[in-house]
């Protein structure tokens, strides 16, 4: 589809105020990369934002300007489309901490070096907080919606419970309040790849050669296990060799699923930075927000007017629908409006990005009430 | 307790003829490092054969040498214990392919520097193969039982099913008769961390300084997660602070969980050899008892005689409880005696080390019969 048909545009907006972040420090000049799909209607009453993945951005249906790719939930988001953008105004920002155009680690420091690790470590409260002052850029003082999956679902949680009313609905898919001791272990393993790779150089890698790509190679791969099921790769490889009759007896990748890893660990370094990586997963393991707020999970949507809905998947491990049972309970203690439904999907945490026909038709119902 | 009381021996034995490997080649003057815990008896009817797991060794009941820490079975092995060695003589010898004396990539080739990488890709039952050839050394036709968890477990599988007239019970505790795509996976993000460190060299590391212990001490912390449960992880650290009382916004150890995960790294590294578990990883993943079996997992059993005991845990989701239940059907259909339980723990997959009563009274009650 071509960009005309999507009203699609792809910009950056440079804030016009310090951003404040939740470390303490403040932020001049903090860009946001983002892209639009649709049209604000006159009373700029429907937009919705979409927030992204940890791994994601801003290109929900353009093509990735790395890779190459389709947008990363084009097949969810267009004319007629589950969220319809002939009828809704879909805004998705690159997260604060990001590699593709907003502020984070490899942009330039007021000494115009990159940040680098001088970068402050943010939250995803943060992340939200530079997206609420881009909806101000934009004129909109209320979204119809803010939606997002995994990380994505964070900073709609986020923003339901600190700005609420600026949204009248919030979608939270394949998510959770906060992140466990497992989610913080796994992340660990991946900061500590990246760390113990020689060519970080403390974070001071840029324009240093290709940077501390067998880590984040390494921390990709780690990661990648936990977005899928044990059930889904034994369905796509199980003991499966790869282009060969029998074993090597060597330690090349003898089966699929070693030479899927290794691909999906190298093209990860293709188009993210190391520092973002370690930016953005050290700001999901501080996610909690219940202890944003006393300690009682009810006590963030006090406040809140919007209709909640959450989704979970059988199969996800990494945020199993026991997670978004807890902040239903939450939601439900709160007095708020909430539906919740778990549903059977192969893929594990990854299928809130692939086809599940039965998510579509949440999505599609919950945005249309 | 003393090394006499318990009868206590450790030793090496140099194998008198060479070991011939699953890949085709075979191995001169292999040597196995063992111990022994008991007595051998008169007709040389009460031995049991011990398998240790991945990264433990023949030190069953004696303090590490390296760590000085209590042997990794002493709370089971012993006189008057579940594995009363004042009945049985108990032998375990550290796998081929390990470094705690036996013959691996760390030991002299032929040429006088160490193997590293030239050392031959090994399976599991070649590390049997080199503990029966231990056995026909200490004139012992047949054990009483062959014992083992995790790798172990698949040391025992493989044992009874290609040595069937060798031992008279099996027990197999928290293993599998395959390796999965998830396993396969988590075990090349290990290698492929080792693999990343430039010290590593190829494998080529030895005496020239401390060797690939940054990706070893990655790989470690990637396996140490799948060794616990998720709720394990959280009870025992949830999101509580290492020694502070507030989040320091940087990137030191501020969880509890990462500070674990940091020390059971580096503490491995001590006392593992990285290019071990190259080969022992390689081992495990090349494992598939059906395979080697005319890809039928009964097959594999057809002509034992042995009592088989399968014990796997709630809380396992490395080698979950279907893949003892897969064991237990091909044992059914090959007609063997067999029990197998379920027991409840909330250690994971690593209950099998720690104190479980139920696990002893399983053990105790198979042992006696």
Known sequence: ???AELNLVNDTLVLPAPLPLDGGQSLERVEIAYETIGTLNADRSNAILLFHALTMDQHVVSAHPKTGKPGWWSKSVGPGKVIDTSRFYVICANVLGGCMGSTGPASPHAD???WGMRFPVITIRDMVRAQVAL?????????HAVIGGSMGGMQALSFAANWPERTGAALVIASTARHSAQNIAFHEVGRQAIMADP????GDYYGAGKGPEDGL????MAAHITYLSEAGLTDKFGRRLQDRSAKTFGFDADFQVESYLRHQGLS?????DANSYLYITRAMDYFDLAEEHGGRLASAFATSKARFCLISFDTDWLYPTAESRTIAHALNASGAPVSFVELSAPFGHDSFLLDVPAQDRVIAGFLNQ
């Not at 909806?135 to 979204?143: E, R, Y």
């Not at 060519?199 to 403390?202: L, R």
């Not at 190679?217 to 990709?220: G, I, L, Q």
Request: charged share 30%; hydrophobic share 50%; net charge positive.
């Open 217 to 220: 190679a390494v921390a990709r």
């Open 135 to 143: 909806l101000d850029a934009m004129g909109i003082d209320k979204v």
């Open 112 to 114: 115009g070096k990159p």
């Open 1 to 3: 589809m071509a960009a």
């Open 268 to 272: 990860f370094t293709d188009r993210f």
């Open 199 to 202: 060519k970080w150089e403390g």
